[in-house]
């Protein structure tokens, strides 16, 4: 029985009007799905105080609750975008998309997390956090952060425990953008040997950044000059190389590895051979690589064509075909969207040369609607694998859950119902972001998210968004045990032998980090 038909109208539903009641049957043994990455069951979910206490079928009604009809769609938790880059002073640009932006856009994508990078301000994390901290003050969602780490010194190594001691338990090395972010392997080495110290998970955008330069010189020496000189100058071998060096640097290392933005299918087969090693590495796509392909960034139109760039690049439908089976069958494990977006004239700073072109494209809003088009219609994944993908083995990876990342009883109230019968078109026209441009404009997809609760504030009915600047909370990402071998809770020395090709061979679970 439904009491309280979803208003049309969000003004109805002011914060905290709660308990709250996601109702799915209208008669017994009829009705909507409760989504979880490990199992799926017809259940309703009572949330409190942005809480979810509930999550059982035939929940009694009592008076005061407000209910949400579910009936014949998919309850499932919030998503967790953990590759931002909002409000990104870049490549002599600024990112156009800023925390309220941004995360406004999320929300009406059914994404109630994100983890931003923090970039050091002239190599300075504690500076770089400081202004972090500001730009996500008028925020509208949780988040949490990542810091990059763009140089190597005994300040940098003691700031890496004293950001980790806040709440951030990744450092992201970048291997590619000379002379800007990227570090050379006698930092990266370092600074994967510190973080596994501190218990924190290594990430790097993997790309030969000298063989990316080299390569940049040489297009551009022939005259090419548009954006599609972008993708001749760092094919997918720059990608492979550079991922599978990381991961033997980890290895040597003792630390847990997260390649971000993984972009080919060399770059996949690189994080499956570990992973049959036993090495503990986390593979992410986004959502360009398992949607997109190059042949956008030959657009006549430079427009178009700039939009399209980012790095590592877009590629062939060949590697959209291996990303894709590498996500269905679990090498790669989460899909992220690396949204940094800037807008046409920020882009035309590039109109005469690709180097200049800032690299970036959107996704924060369209993330979940391009993983279940691509992926779940496609019939390569199922519900279940959706959820792992676009929210639980993310919340894991980071360490927060099940506080997030599940809809199950003591889990933070973001939860999204997703109608898989609605079709809609993507389009600039219509999304929340502040980028003018949309690389998945005109993309059709069957499945919409109607609703997103944001701790159990309902912030999105398919329609309308209802948020409130500055409430939204910095989400702390505790460490993990520390997995070097000399540290409390690790392996025995010794006993984590090396194999002939020099992948870790798997030793005895001191983590939490992943079942992934
Ligand atoms: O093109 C990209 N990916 N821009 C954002 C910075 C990065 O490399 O993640
Ligand atoms: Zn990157
Ligand atoms: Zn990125």
Redesign the pocket.
Known sequence: TILCPIPHALADHPAHQFPLLIIHRQCPNQGGTVVNAEYSVVADVLIRDEIIVAVKPNIQLTGGMQVLDATGKLVMPGGIDP?T?LDMP?MGQVSCDDFASGQRAALAGGTTMHID?VLPVEHDLLAGLEAWRKKARHGVMDYGFHMAVTSWSNKVSRDMATVAAQGINSFKF?M??KGSFMVEDDALLRGMERCAALGALAQV?AENGAAVAWGQERVAARGVTAPHGHALSRPAALEDEATGRAIRLAGLAGARLYV??VMSGGAADEIAAARRHGQRVVGETVISALALTEDSMWDSNFTVAAAHV??PPIRSTAHRASVRQALAGGVLQIVGT?H?VFNSTQKAAGKEDFRAIP???NGIEERLHVVWETMVNSGASTPSDFVRATSTAAARAFNIYPRKGSVAPGSDADVIVLDPSVRHVISAATHHSAVDVNVYEGMEVTGKVVLTLSRGRLVWDGTNLNVTAGSGRFIPMPLFQSSRPDDLGAVVPGTAPTCPSGHRVKHADTQRVATL
């Open positions: 590759h880059h870049f990078f970048f590619a953008y955008h971000v933005h980012m790095s690396d940094a690299n970036g494209v």
